[in-house]
């Protein structure tokens, strides 16, 4: 299957490296404290200064777990340390959500780590989109996996020569998908079920209910007052024209023209695919309807295509809606 | 005109707003009363003086709480009108009338949302259900093909003006550069110091074709009050007093809320029609007599025939008037000189009330010159309303 367009835009993204995001503090006594009393860590290399002094590192170093700590934004959200980037490198999801992709679920999270960091260290991160997958489909729904790599760096003292050097690495993946519409769960005890997007049923009154009836059996059916055989769209108990309340229905041709259109865009609302391309047709035996129109491209559409209906059944049987398809004239 | 007539005989005497923006970072409720206390001290009217109120049905804030946060003793007069935006003038019709016939003597009207921040109208997903009350049964026919904003349904009108008056989506975008030019010099517009291009606009992206991102209003947090009272007191108030000449609600043949697409001809808004018939009608005026008008823009495409409705131009010619800029800064009649519900924000055509109060007062940001009398509709494709505001 060809790929929808706007992923071009997404594609063109990978590779790409997003700038640097500081920690606030440098790698300090206080934090690392605090983080092992909330861990419950009582390693004496990350707590005890004198017995740190013995060991290979000379002093106190981080917990290698604590790494993504230093960088982030703290209680509040998007508040970086200054000189921080404000590029996103979310942002491809933002495409995607716009495209139909709404849900995400984050499937790996790896940590590296190159070295420990000892007390003073500086630290920043920068951010590469490393790869965006082909369309995939899995029991959750269909989507992308995302995978973006956070370099962790030390940064040099002013003056010093040479790179800063790398300390560690997290590799980030997401599945950022349009949710599935999953079976029926086989049994009770299975995990819970994604919920399913079906369309809309319509609301069906005495007054409509042949319509809907008809749409079933296969069959366009249009309201006729049988006291003066006006045809009426959409149903109503009474005649428009001379107000009798005795009606029966005609089996229309499914014959009719366009008489005005329209493509949605956005929202994109599920279950439905867009571009949505919706048509007002105007029946032969002169009443009008709403459907939807397959088989058309959506830049050529034009008012006055003849059109013909067809039954669509949605949601396992559950919903069938007369559609329009174009035909010559 | 009649002793009955509703002309002349009550006043807008007060006004105030809140700020608009995309999160209030407050309640409705609070939101409702700065703004009702703020038309109330405007007016120099004492709020336990308040008899009547109306809103819209939309409107989540009732009338008897801003009255008893008031402290009001004699509320005798209280409406909400449905249809959503088409009830922007409405309220203030409702009270005209209470005024008028003394059942109430000082009314509030007031429009308080967070619709950006709380909920949104064009998201598509309504909850209409399948029992057979008739909302349901009328949205049945569009909701289960995904039928469902209302940008997808005043695109369906769109079209076929288009295709019947060689309307373009650039005339559409004309509407959207002249009201942001105006929301660019008003700095109580969401979008002030910042107009938009015509290429801008055409690079916008599609919503639902043939409209783009940039034929849709903004949705937005605030609120807009006003009191109204007898134009006879209203000479002893704070305020110039700002005249209601006309005012009147409509529904015509074959209306239908926002899809009335079963009418012999769907490029005209026959009930804004019958709305122009009765403004003229009752005030006596016609379309010249108008300096400026606040000509309701939820989508730009409904402008055009709004234009045609009132008499500005003729049938089918409101493309050739927009390329003219006569809707523009310096054109024969300027419209929503506040930025519009495009370009200032959308309080469901409440704000253009207020802009039009503001321009017969002569204290609008983009004020006209010599205004007497201006136009103000409300929403269109639904049941609408409309008043003729002017000088005492």
């Known amino acids: ?329 | 005109m009649t002793d009955m007539s509703l002309s002349g005989r009550a006043a807008i005497v007060g006004l105030g707003a809140t700020e608009f923006s995309k999160n209030s970072g407050r309640t409705e409720l609070r939101l409702a009363m700065e703004s009702t206390l703020a038309a109330l001290a405007d007016a120099g009217i004492d709020p336990s003086e308040v008899e009547g109120f109306s809103s819209y049905t939309m409107d989540k804030v009732p009338e008897y709480e801003i009255a008893r946060l008031l402290g009001c003793k004699n509320v005798k007069f209280f409406s909400t009108v449905p249809h959503g935006g088409g009830a922007a003038c409405a309220p203030i019709v409702h009270a005209a009338m209470a005024v008028a016939t003394g059942v109430a003597k000082t009314v509030v009207v007031y429009r308080a949302m967070n619709e950006r921040s709380w909920y949104r109208f064009g998201t598509g997903t309504y909850g209409f259900g399948s029992t057979p009350i008739f909302e349901n049964v009328n949205y049945g026919w569009y909701m289960p093909y995904g039928f469902h904003t209302p940008a997808a349904w005043v695109g369906m009108f769109a079209r076929r003006y288009m295709h019947a008056y060689g309307a373009t989506s650039e005339d559409f975008g004309r509407v959207s550069v002249a009201v942001r030019d105006f929301a660019a010099t008003n700095p109580a517009a969401f979008f002030y110091g910042k107009p938009i291009t015509l290429e801008e606009h055409q690079a916008s992206k599609w919503i639902a074709e043939p409209l783009r991102l940039l034929d849709c209003c903004q949705e937005s947090d605030g609120a807009v009050a006003m009191v109204i009272t007898s134009a006879e007191r209203a000479r002893d108030l704070k305020q110039k007093p700002v005249i209601i000449k006309a005012g009147s609600q409509g529904i015509t043949e074959g209306q239908q809320s926002m899809t009335s697409f079963y009418r012999d001809d769907i490029t005209g808004l026959p009930e804004m029609g019958v709305v122009a018939k009765e403004l003229y009608a009752q005030s006596g005026l016609g379309p010249d007599a108008m300096q400026t008008a606040v000509i309701y823009d939820h989508f730009t495409p409904f402008v055009l025939p709004q234009l045609e409705e009132f008499g500005f131009c003729k049938r089918g010619e409101a493309k050739d008037f927009i390329r003219a800029g006569e809707h523009a800064r310096g054109g024969k009649l300027p419209i929503n000189t506040h930025g519009g519900q495009l370009g200032e924000a959308y309080i469901h055509g409440m704000n253009g009330v207020a802009e039009a109060v503001r321009q017969v007062r002569g204290t609008a940001a983009n004020q006209v010159a010599d205004v007497e009398n201006v136009l103000v509709t409300a929403g269109t494709g639904v049941p609408t309303s409309g008043l003729i505001l002017g000088v005492a």
């Open chain 1, 1 to 329: 299957m060809a790929e929808q367009e706007w992923m071009s835009e997404v594609r063109a993204k990978v590779g790409r490296e997003y700038g640097r995001v500081y920690a606030w503090d440098e790698v300090n006594a206080p934090m690392i404290r605090q983080w092992c009393e909330v861990m419950r860590v009582d390693n004496p290399l990350y707590l005890d200064a004198d017995y740190a002094a013995t060991t290979e590192f000379g002093g106190i170093v981080a917990p290698p777990a604590m790494l993504q700590a230093w960088c982030l934004e703290g209680l509040h959200m998007n508040n970086y340390a200054p000189g921080s980037t404000d590029e996103n490198p979310y942002e491809v999801l933002k495409t995607m959500e716009a495209h139909g992709f709404p849900s995400v679920v984050a499937v790996n999270s790896d940590l590296h780590f190159d070295r420990y960091v000892k007390l003073g260290e500086k630290l920043y991160y920068t951010t590469r989109l490393d790869a965006v997958g082909e369309e995939k489909t899995t029991a959750l729904g269909t989507g992308y996996f995302v995978t973006l790599i956070m370099s962790f760096f030390s940064q040099k003292p002013a003056g010093d020569a040479g790179d800063d050097e790398r300390v560690g690495q997290l590799l980030f993946r997401v599945f950022k998908f349009r949710p599935a519409n999953v079976p029926k769960p086989v049994e009770k005890s299975a995990a819970p079920a994604v919920p399913k997007f079906k369309r809309p049923k319509p609301g069906v009154s005495d007054d409509t209910r042949f319509f809907w009836e008809g749409v079933d059996a296969g069959k366009l059916m249009i309201q006729r007052c049988t006291c003066c055989s006006t045809l009426r769209h959409p149903p109503a108990p009474v005649c428009i024209k001379c107000h009798s309340f005795d009606w029966d229905t005609v089996e229309a041709s499914g014959k009719g023209s366009l008489y005005s259109f329209v493509v949605m865009h956005y929202p994109e609302v599920p279950p439905f695919e867009h571009p949505n391309p919706i048509g007002l047709i105007e029946l032969d035996e002169g009443v009008r309807l709403v459907a939807g129109l397959v088989g058309v491209k959506r830049d050529e559409i034009r008012i006055g295509q003849r059109v013909q209906v067809e039954f669509q059944s949605f949601d396992d049987g559950e919903l069938t809606l007369p559609m329009f398809r174009p035909v010559a004239a």
